[in-house]
């Protein structure tokens, strides 16, 4: 089945700075890559996803990118601010199988 | 994005007892359904797979007999957790999957068990 690792399992930066968060997998089927945030206590958000035809996706200071020969993808959050303290998951889809990173608590740093 | 709801959001209960957790996708139909438990600081781990209409598919580990899954219809799955223990308590999170496989989350049901 899928591995996913992510990494770093925590990261501080300071408000303005740039946090990247990488993930990468095992099964070449996969083809679609969420990533979600989860604050304290509530659920998983989707904020981006992307699929395995495209290589970028951005959304304002959120970005994803993709290298399938690699197997890896990355969350990119630019310009951080303290609301963007909470933990963050990247998964990997094949088929019907969700497979979730272990998770990067990310605490910007005012 | 699809709103996915989950009931109830926090239940206490002895140890020994049933407890049964309802995940329902209030503005789209989901065929597929998935259970999550989650300890404190930690990842989603995938307890079962949920399909409408079908038995579920089970995660290694995972006692079928113990998180009884019903997935009647297209908007509504179930969990119970059977004579539950302490060890069951924990955060449960159910998810939806839409037609073109994004998964939304419900809020979550924290179990704990006297």
């Known amino acids: 089945g899928e591995n996913v690792e992510q990494h770093p399992s925590t990261l501080s930066v300071q408000e303005g700075d740039s946090a990247v968060i990488k993930c990468t997998y095992s099964?070449?089927?996969?083809?679609?890559f969420p990533w979600y945030k989860q604050e304290l206590g509530k659920r998983p958000q989707l904020i981006i996803d992307?699929?395995?035809?495209?290589g970028e996706k951005k959304d304002q200071r959120i970005a994803v990118t993709l290298n399938k020969t690699a197997k890896h993808f990355s969350l990119h959050i630019t310009e951080t601010q303290p609301e963007d303290s909470a933990v963050y998951f990247c998964?990997?889809?094949?088929?019907?199988?969700?497979?979730f990173g272990t998770g990067t608590s990310l605490t910007v740093i005012p | 994005g699809a709103v996915v709801s989950q009931h109830p959001s926090w239940v206490i209960c002895k140890s020994g007892t049933s407890v049964k957790i309802e995940c329902r996708s209030l503005?789209?139909?989901?065929?597929?359904m998935f259970w999550y438990r989650q300890f404190p600081k930690q990842s989603l781990m995938l307890m079962a797979t949920?399909?409408?209409?079908?038995?579920?598919?089970?995660e290694q580990g995972v006692e079928k007999d113990k998180f009884l899954i019903n997935h009647a219809s297209l908007t509504l799955s179930t969990l119970t957790v059977t004579s539950a223990h302490p060890e069951d308590s924990s955060f449960y999170i159910c998810?939806?999957?839409?037609?073109?496989?994004?998964?939304?989350f419900g809020p979550g049901t924290r179990l704990t068990v006297l």
């Open positions: 998810s939806a999957q839409t037609s073109a496989d994004t998964q939304y």
């Open positions: 099964d070449s089927a996969s083809n679609y």
């Open positions: 503005d789209f139909q989901a065929t597929t």
């Open positions: 949920s399909n409408e209409g079908s038995k579920a598919t089970y």
């Open positions: 992307i699929r395995s035809n495209v």
């Open positions: 998964a990997a889809i094949s088929g019907n199988q969700f497979y």
